[in-house]
């Protein structure tokens, strides 16, 4: 299999809320066939026109397989593929990277590890949809030994999900969402539950508004999902919930101390990075994919929070269109 084109056949173990938005998305562009062990989710999915078979039966040479399962059992996952042997492209949408990656290259898989930054606080192929993705971020991880040829096959596909594809490594992509979606998870659960402590819980929360809604809205996300993703993201996440307990001990203290200049400063800190995310905007380019350093280039892309729009072209001939950050004053400020 090259990069020539987006993969002829994929095949989606898990059609839960990502596994199924991904098969949905991609029924128009290509052959989909789904693999789940709930059968009222197969009956579901082959009414969307998702074909649906046993794992053993559609990992056929040329697949790109989609690991859509929670991580804990993405190990026996690619075992099972693995069983298959078959000549496939495997990756996953999995919420953390390193220990994936490291249990797919003990199975010896053609692996490319990626995560789209999109979801919803509900779960299940009943709330699957096929423009999940349009517009939202799709990490995609380019390591020193990832082949790029299959870097790019697996791109193709994101892309047509509407998705724009960040190149990352795996221990920045980890680093990253640690702060972007696992602390938010942490926040909106301590919010949440911060409401219900004591018998003024019912006040609370007739009184709460927009803010508190907006807040807590992952909260209901299922507990023991979140719980084994930050498992295996455990350092990273502990350091950044370490380092805003910090800011908001010092917080609190200002707010003894009747101290408004360091209350202030925190807010007016939140607004700056808050205005600069409101207000990024992107400038067109091109990366050809055949140059020594592309896989460099590709990388410089996404760690400036860059991405792909596109891919044009045959193989590592290809161009990939790109917006890379236009940076402001506004933005160096604060680095």
Request: net charge negative; glycine share 10%.
């Amino acid at each position: 299999m090259s990069g020539d084109r987006a993969a002829s056949r994929l095949v989606v173990v898990g059609l839960g809320l990502i596994g199924g938005s991904v098969a949905k998305a991609l029924v128009p562009h290509m052959d989909v066939w789904g693999v789940d062990t709930d059968s009222l989710t197969c009956r579901q999915a082959e009414g969307d026109g998702i074909r649906i078979g046993a794992l053993s039966d559609v990992v056929v040479d040329g697949a790109v397989v989609v690991v859509a399962v929670p991580v804990d059992a993405m190990e026996a996952t690619f075992a099972a593929i693995k069983s298959c042997e078959s000549d496939v492209i495997v990756t996953d949408v999995g919420s953390v990277k390193v220990s994936v990656i490291e249990a797919a290259r003990r199975h010896g898989l053609r692996f490319v590890g990626g995560h789209p930054m999109a979801g919803s606080e509900q779960f299940g192929y009943s709330a699957a949809n096929d423009s999940l993705f349009a517009g939202s971020r799709w990490a995609l991880v380019c390591e020193p030994n990832t082949d790029l040829d299959d870097w790019v096959t697996v791109a193709r596909s994101a892309i047509l999900t509407g998705a724009g594809v960040v190149p990352v490594t795996a221990v920045a992509h980890d680093d990253a969402v640690a702060v972007v979606s696992h602390l938010p998870h942490v926040l909106a659960a301590g919010l949440a539950a911060a409401a219900g402590v004591d018998d003024a819980q019912e006040l609370r929360l007739g009184l709460a508004a927009g803010s508190f809604r907006d807040g807590t809205r992952v909260a209901r996300s299922p507990a023991s999902f979140w719980s084994s993703v930050l498992a295996h993201n455990a350092d990273a996440v502990s350091t950044i919930v370490d380092d805003l307990a910090q800011d908001l001990r010092v917080v609190a203290d200002a707010l003894r101390r009747r101290d408004h200049a360091v209350v202030e400063d925190f807010f007016a800190r939140g607004v700056e990075v808050r205005t600069r995310f409101d207000e990024r905007t992107g400038v067109p380019s091109t990366i050809a994919l055949g140059a020594v350093d592309a896989r460099e280039q590709l990388l410089a892309l996404g760690g400036s929070g860059g991405y792909v729009t596109n891919i044009e072209g045959p193989g590592l001939q290809a161009i990939a269109h790109v917006r890379a950050p236009r940076i402001t004053a506004n933005a160096t400020r604060g680095a």
